[in-house]
């Protein structure tokens, strides 16, 4: 393939790449892929619209633009800046990378994109950037055009040393709140993919059961880089940080033997922090603040149905093993899914009240509601035939309908009630009453109802509130 560019992506700036959003986190999805150009002699320009906003000027020096769209809110926004992106630029390659480019693909290349790219993409970037200059000439394996279809790429890459210098310092991003006060944070990750088949989940759909480490010294030489810039807490951003174990275990020894008064974060399947309990305490010994899980909900039906692994007794379970170790646990939910009650979610609100909790949950995971975008493992099981609408293109999901209008109702205004919160600086807990009386009204009882569960009292919950990073999770 030729190109009108044909020589010059390697001229200061002709590469852009672009990340719209990453949890609050300075993004992976710039830096890795800036480390692996520069080591092919390219020149790159970052810019993560995040925090920076649209910079006119270095989409103009562009010739080859790649955004990062590891989820679905960075596909959101990064679609909104492609389309900026083409009108400022219109002779711009511009292709997208990640996760959910790969699950709307069928879109992207229609309406966005000259190429989508999936997997493990940093070395296909940098192949297809060379086909572009004219410096290389056929398909790469894990690109996709319009004129030529291709699997992500699932195999390990050889990890330079990850760059950082040319993105935003780490002070503009989301920091650690804990109770000693606020710490700049960090981001990492050891590892890429996922063991797992969960069906809700989209990684299984592009990875399908595999995943990789990033080698211990790479990842110790990016903790360390990071905290020479100010890092006082890293988040280790693996889908599952025990999908590997002793990778995982050895980092952690390596990173608090360098930097003692180093905190962290890691996510952790229920099942794996029940599997491996035994290396809880240590973690808690070598400073993490705090273990994410993906809870989902009580409901052993619901849980089931998403192939999630675990049951509501391995909850209560996985919870007291990070208490006796001393780590509290922030669970992310899923509470609004087709085959979820409204006595599922109540139940879920008594759980968390009941277990001290209210302080450990964002208030926006009590409004997820499960996203079922192209390609998903739900499409290929039973159980969503009569809710099930068809694909919303543009809104990078098929769209659905609960067989109980209640729920439905009851996600609208508890997004509104966190929302108006959120925009009022509301406290977790007048958040969470909130919430609860929303679900106590939507089952037609009485906010002093014979739930079971306990009095909230907010001073309690306050002081009892866990440490947590200043940018909610979400997808």
């Not at 990453?22 to 790159?44: D, N, S, T, V």
């Not at 990062?68 to 800046?81: F, K, N, Q």
């Not at 139940?347 to 909790?357: H, N, R, S, T």
């Not at 998903?376 to 969503?384: E, I, T």
Request: glycine share 6%.
């Amino acid at each position: 393939m030729q190109s009108a560019h044909d020589g010059l992506l390697k001229a200061p700036g002709a590469v852009l790449l672009v990340s719209c959003y990453e949890l609050g986190h300075q993004p992976l999805g710039l830096a890795w892929p800036l480390a692996f150009f520069r080591r092919a002699g390219f020149q790159p320009d970052c810019l993560d619209i995040s925090v920076e906003g649209f910079d006119p000027a270095k989409v103009s020096r562009a010739r080859f633009v790649a955004v990062s769209v590891p989820m679905h809110t960075a596909l959101r926004l990064g679609v909104r800046a492609a389309a900026r992106i083409r009108r400022l630029h219109p002779a711009a390659h511009l292709c997208f990378h990640g996760l959910y480019a790969f699950l709307n693909a069928e879109y992207l290349l229609r309406d966005s994109a000259d190429a989508v790219v999936a997997g493990e993409v940093e070395e296909a970037l940098v192949a297809w950037a060379e086909v572009v200059n004219g410096t290389r000439s056929g398909n790469v394996e894990g690109v996709r055009t319009r004129a030529h279809e291709s699997a992500p790429v699932i195999r390990k890459l050889a990890f330079p040393r990850i760059s950082r210098d040319a993105l935003p310092p780490l002070e503009r991003y989301a920091h650690l709140q804990a109770p000693e006060g606020i710490a700049t944070a960090g981001v990492v990750e050891a590892s890429r993919g996922c063991l797992h088949l969960c069906r809700h989940c989209p990684i299984p759909s592009v990875y399908g059961g595999r995943f990789f480490v990033v080698p211990a010294e790479v990842v110790l030489d990016d903790i360390r880089a990071q905290a020479a810039s100010g890092a006082r807490h890293i988040t280790f951003a693996d889908p599952d940080f025990l999908n590997g174990p002793k990778h995982s275990l050895a980092i952690v020894r390596a990173m608090h033997a360098e930097f003692p008064d180093l905190t962290f974060d890691f996510t952790a399947k229920v099942e794996h922090l029940l599997a491996w309990r035994d290396l809880l305490p240590e973690f808690a010994a070598c400073g993490c603040a705090f273990a994410v899980s993906a809870v989902e909900s009580l409901s052993d039906a619901v849980l089931e149905r998403m192939d999630k692994g675990h049951s509501r007794a391995d909850v209560v379970e996985a919870l007291s093993a990070l208490r006796a170790a001393g780590i509290p646990l922030r669970p992310s939910w899923l509470p609004f899914t087709p085959w979820s009650t409204l006595d599922d979610y109540l139940e879920m609100l008594d759980f968390v009240e009941a277990e001290g909790l209210v302080g450990n949950v964002d208030p926006v995971q009590y409004t997820i509601r499960l996203l079922i975008p192209p390609r998903s493992l739900l499409l290929d099981h039973d159980g969503l035939e009569t809710c099930l609408g068809p694909l919303d293109e543009e809104s990078f999901t098929y769209r659905w309908t609960h067989p109980d209008p209640r729920m439905d109702r009851l996600q609208e205004a508890v997004s509104e009630a966190v929302e108006n919160a959120a925009r009022a600086g509301g406290e977790d807990e007048e958040t969470f009453a909130a919430i609860r009386a929303l679900a106590l009204e939507a089952a037609g009882r009485p906010a002093d109802s014979e739930s079971g569960a306990p009095a909230l009292v907010p001073a309690v919950a306050r002081a009892a509130r866990a440490p947590r990073l200043t940018e909610p999770w979400f997808c």
